[in-house]
């Protein structure tokens, strides 16, 4: 069977089943996959569906959406703010309780800054307007004041 060049999530999968020393056959059951079928997603012989992805995440304790990415299911373009949950939810130095702590402070971090981003960028835009106010008065001020040299000395 000739392989379908479905992106690396193949090689991605196994990287993943390896670092979480599960046998092909311990993941295909973990996941609730035959093990042919996990095995040809491996080798890039089958296309999995989201849902499948989203088993196989679940057994590995990974991010589905990291998944979808390499599937190229999801933007690249959004990988950057996957890729913290997903690191964070391979390690396996630290607990599940730890992990989802860690996530949702991330999260939180990403909101706040984008909310601060948001103001700043309001901010902007009051002090432009600000800026062009100030220098159409400015402007009608020095217009009023040419006028009125121009009344006291005459045309």
């Known amino acids: 069977m000739a392989s379908l060049k479905v992106g690396n ?7 993943q089943r390896r670092s979480a020393q599960l046998s092909l056959r311990q993941l295909a059951e973990a996941a609730g996959v035959s093990n042919p079928y996990l095995s040809q997603i491996e080798r890039g012989l089958r296309k999995p569906s989201a849902d499948i992805l989203q088993q196989l995440a679940k057994a590995l304790r990974i991010s589905a959406e990291t998944l979808y990415v390499q599937a190229g299911m999801l933007d690249a373009r959004e990988r950057g703010e996957l890729e913290v949950p997903a690191a964070i939810l391979t390690d396996p130095s630290i607990n599940e309780r730890q992990k989802q702590v860690l996530i949702q402070i991330y999260e939180s971090f990403r909101k706040e800054n984008a909310a601060a981003g948001e103001s700043r960028a309001a901010g902007d835009v009051d002090a432009a307007e ?7 008065k400015a402007e009608a001020g020095s217009r009023e004041g040419s006028a009125a040299v121009r009344e006291e000395t005459g045309p």
């Open 9 to 15: 999530v193949g090689e991605y999968l196994r990287e």
């Open 130 to 136: 600000a800026e062009a106010e100030a220098e159409a």
